[in-house]
């Protein structure tokens, strides 16, 4: 490993709770100025991950270095590079955006200039006055973000950032960070739900389940490694069991909805496939009621992976 | 320097932004020194309703001085006995039944029934009620034709400063004030910042741990003083209460006290990040020293091994003190006990406190 480069390295790294193993043996590295995104369902243990690597969570097993720093012994140091935002985290009510943003200021030593270019940069100037009661539920996001990155942090770690905004609120906060990438070669970890903004905003995509790695890499990556098929949509008249599919091998997911009519499943070769599929149906009388046939997505896959919806 | 006035200045913002709090925190202790000072200034004419159960309609007895107070009476609805010195009873005789006697005791209309039969009287109430042993032995006076029915009475009226009970009372509530403005003020406000993960999220800066507390006790210690100050020119005002002995005396005994509730409250928010558990911890410390410490009345009633435990505890140990400052006049060598006593429990709590205290 190249530790020049790595901003952020995860070594075995677990945590079990009673009855739950939350992150269970997870290796990282990250190199300066990456962006990265963290996808999985809820309870995947995206949320312990990343506390760890924030220093609030404490690893049962495994090592975290932060510029080859570790919160055991830079801890100093480690809280003026790193800036993050938690999942959620309710301010001081009757405390305004521009109090708030001060108090936190003060503990970086910084001064109103910064408070100013922050409030442009969060769009919240107009309720910089505004009780953080009576914000928005997007416009508190926006504070918590600029609360992040006040101290122009190297690395910046947010937990699902965007969850709950509008998509215009949501285009905002990413050119934010778009902007934080280019003008001050940020590192940054973002959790979410959102299969676009991992996309959009991030060159790797680490997809989580069950506190494990299940894939990794950029979208395109995702894409042609795992993505090889096409997925057919159909719904019957009849409540539809699985021993209706002609050659079984040929088709590597079924997922049936609790409603039993509508099937989603995937094969490999849409061609060859199709027609022994519809000859079957028909020798058996079973009646669609519709039928959909496309390339496979990230979310496809997703759900192939973990059997669970990114957005549960 | 810079975040520690940040932080003081936020905790008074979140102070003064709370109606609810100001009422509780300024005008509670004010209303109810008030309150109280005029309840138990005076002792003004009582009401008392005794049930008389009689085998005859004109209640007349073999007692003299009885025949005469009803012969007095208008309507034969009552008698007023005592003097104004000592305040008036006025008794309304309710005639009723044996059976409707007992009703109206057991409802608390009544403390006492008195029964006329064959031309005797007959009082029945509980002894250990204190009011109806007061009223049995003021009617009995009263019977037996006794000086304290009249105005000739022997004793003078104590109601110099010092001795009134609202100088009592005012030291009490002063100390109380403080306890409740720590207890909810630090405790609870900790435990409710980490319930909603603000702690953790301030704890994840640079942010100093020890300046963060420090911040929490000098803006309750500011925000106590003017309470106190509130609290005392109100009653030196209205009740001509004063501060007999030393100042400085009063203000290290005060601030001493600070620190022995900061370092409660700090020990009492450290591990918890459920609101209502924090609700029912700082009851806990609460509650017991409201009633024990003798902040409303004295503690020395209970028993000897009682009073030597409450002695100790830090809401009796700055009431008491206090209010020897207050009335007895006491100066600062007076106070060096309880000073050390307050502070080495403030710093002891707290310390304990950080030792297992919960940032995240
Ligand atoms: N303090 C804790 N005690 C016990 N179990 C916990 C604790 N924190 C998290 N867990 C469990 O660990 C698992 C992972 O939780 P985590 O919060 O990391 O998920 P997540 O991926 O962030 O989910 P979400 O998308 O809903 O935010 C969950 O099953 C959760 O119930
Ligand atoms: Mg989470």
């Known amino acids: 490993m190249d530790s020049k480069t790595a901003m952020i390295e995860v070594r075995e790294v677990r945590k079990y709770f009673k009855h739950v193993k939350a992150v269970d043996g997870i290796d990282l590295t990250i190199k300066k100025g990456e962006f990265i995104a963290l996808l999985g369902p809820n309870g995947a243990g995206k949320t312990t991950l990343v506390e760890m690597i924030e220093g609030i969570q404490k690893p049962d097993h495994g090592e975290i270095f932060i510029d080859n720093k570790t919160w055991k012994k830079n801890e100093k140091e480690l809280h003026q590079l790193v800036g993050l935002s938690l999942q959620e985290t309710r301010f001081f009510e009757k405390i305004s955006v521009l109090e708030t943003l001060r108090l936190f200021a003060s503990f970086y030593n910084l001064d109103d200039q910064r408070i100013d270019e922050v409030l442009k940069l969060i769009n919240l100037e107009e309720k910089k006055d505004a009780w953080v009661v009576n914000l928005s539920g997007g416009q508190r996001q926006r504070l918590a973000l600029g609360i992040a990155i006040l101290n122009k942090p190297e690395v910046l770690l947010l937990d699902e950032p965007t969850t709950g905004l509008d998509p215009t609120a ?38 989580m389940d069950s506190g494990k790695i299940l894939a990794q890499g950029t979208l395109k990556e995702l894409l042609s490694k795992h993505i090889k098929g096409e997925v057919i949509m159909f719904s019957t008249q009849e409540k539809f069991d699985e021993k209706h599919l002609p050659s079984r091998e040929k088709v590597h997911n079924v997922m049936i909805e609790p409603n039993q009519t509508e099937v989603e499943i995937l094969v490999e070769d849409l061609v060859s496939y199709l027609p022994e599929f519809l000859n079957k149906f028909q020798s058996e009388g079973i009646n669609l009621t519709s039928l959909e046939c496309r390339k496979m997505t990230l979310d496809d896959l997703f759900i192939n992976m973990t059997g669970k919806h990114l957005n549960a | 320097m810079k975040q520690f006035l940040q932080l003081i200045s936020i905790n008074f913002k979140e102070f003064y932004r709370e109606p609810g709090i100001i009422f509780w925190a300024v005008l509670f202790p004010i209303l109810m020194a008030w309150g109280l000072g005029i309840a138990f200034k005076q002792k003004g004419d009582l009401v008392q309703k005794i049930a008389l159960v009689s085998d005859n309609e004109t209640w007349i007895t073999k007692n ?105 009372l005012v030291p009490g509530l002063l100390c109380m004030s403080v306890m409740m403005s720590c207890m909810w003020g630090i405790s609870y406000g900790l435990i409710d910042k980490r319930s909603k993960k603000l702690l953790r999220r301030m704890v994840a800066t640079p942010m100093n741990k020890s300046t963060f507390l420090a911040a929490q006790f000098v803006a309750r210690l500011g925000l106590g003083f003017l309470e106190a100050f509130l609290l005392i020119l109100f009653c030196y005002f209205y009740f001509n209460i004063s501060i007999s002995g030393s100042i400085i005396a009063f203000l290290l005994v005060f601030i001493a006290g600070n620190i022995a509730f900061t370092g409660i409250a700090i020990f009492t928010s450290s591990r918890t990040a459920e609101t209502r558990v924090g609700n029912g911890l700082v009851n806990v410390v609460v509650m017991p020293m409201m009633i024990l410490s003798g902040i409303f009345f004295s503690y020395h009633n209970f028993p000897d091994w009682a009073v030597k435990i409450i002695e100790k505890l830090p809401l009796t140990l700055m009431a008491d003190y206090t209010r020897s400052v207050f009335i007895e006049g006491a100066g600062i060598a007076d106070v060096i006990y309880p000073v050390v006593l307050l502070t080495v429990m403030g710093v002891a709590f707290s310390a304990v406190g950080l030792r297992i205290y919960k940032w995240y």
């Open chain 1, 170 to 207: 949501r285009r905002e906060v990413w050119d934010i960070l778009k902007k934080l990438k280019k003008e001050l070669n940020t590192t940054l970890i973002l959790t979410t739900h959102y299969m676009e903004e991992a996309s959009y905003l991030c060159e790797r995509i680490i997809i």
């Open chain 2, 64 to 168: 003299e001085n009885w025949n005469r107070l009803i012969e007095e009476s208008e309507n034969q609805s009552g008698f007023t006995i005592g003097n104004k010195k000592m305040g008036e009873t006025h008794y309304i005789m309710m005639s009723v039944s044996w059976n409707e006697a007992v009703q109206m005791l057991k409802k608390g209309v009544t403390e006492m029934i008195i029964k006329i039969e064959n031309d005797s009287l007959q009082f029945h109430f509980d002894p250990h009620n204190p009011e109806a042993e007061l009223s049995y032995l003021q009617l009995k006076a009263a019977l037996n034709g006794s000086d304290i029915a009249k105005n000739t009475i022997d004793f003078v009226p104590m109601e110099q400063k010092g001795t009134r009970y609202i100088d009592f």
